[in-house]
């Protein structure tokens, strides 16, 4: 399933607190981005239309609910720019970013657990 920038905007909203109204979507994405209330609520029929939000009647509105994991959004976004940019490859990935961005003493220092976790687990 691919989802757009946009669309990733108001999965954000929906996966940091859910259920909620397309008003109070609006509320958390809107201001940011300058949309309006027919523009929330395109994105939102977008995203139900994918089968990435289900929702629900409640009175006279909707609310809204993810029905896909935040976790297995990334992993498949991550996978794909992986897969496509980088030949399927890690490494090569961390390594064109250590040499066009400045890691910080944290980032090095969080690249090396991680290393230390995987030779553990081995």
Same mark, same amino acid.
């Given at each position: 399933? *691919?989802?757009?920038? @946009? #669309?990733?905007?108001?999965? #954000?909203?929906?996966?940091?607190?859910?259920?909620? &109204?397309?008003?109070?979507?609006? @509320?958390?994405? &809107?201001?940011?981005?300058?949309?309006?209330?027919?523009?929330?609520?395109?994105?939102?029929? *977008? !995203? !139900?239309?994918?089968?990435?939000?289900?929702? #629900?009647?409640?009175?006279?509105?909707?609310?809204?609910?993810?029905?896909?994991?935040?976790?297995?959004?990334?992993?498949?976004?991550?996978?794909?720019?992986?897969?496509? !940019?980088?030949?399927?490859?890690? @490494?090569?990935?961390?390594?064109?970013?250590?040499? *066009?961005?400045?890691?910080?003493?944290?980032?090095?220092?969080?690249?090396?657990?991680?290393? @230390?976790?995987?030779?553990?687990?081995?």
């Amino acid at each position: 399933m *691919r989802i757009s920038s @946009a #669309e990733s905007l108001i999965m #954000e909203a929906l996966w940091r607190d859910s259920p909620l &109204s397309a008003e109070q979507v609006m @509320a958390q994405v &809107s201001e940011d981005q300058g949309w309006t209330p027919a523009t929330v609520k395109s994105l939102l029929n *977008r !995203l !139900l239309t994918k089968g990435a939000v289900a929702a #629900e009647a409640q009175g006279r509105r909707y609310l809204y609910r993810p029905l896909i994991a935040r976790n297995d959004y990334v992993h498949t976004e991550s996978r794909g720019l992986i897969d496509r !940019l980088f030949d399927g490859r890690l @490494a090569p990935m961390v390594a064109h970013f250590s040499q *066009r961005e400045t890691l910080s003493p944290e980032d090095v220092a969080e690249l090396k657990r991680l290393i @230390a976790e995987i030779d553990d687990g081995r």
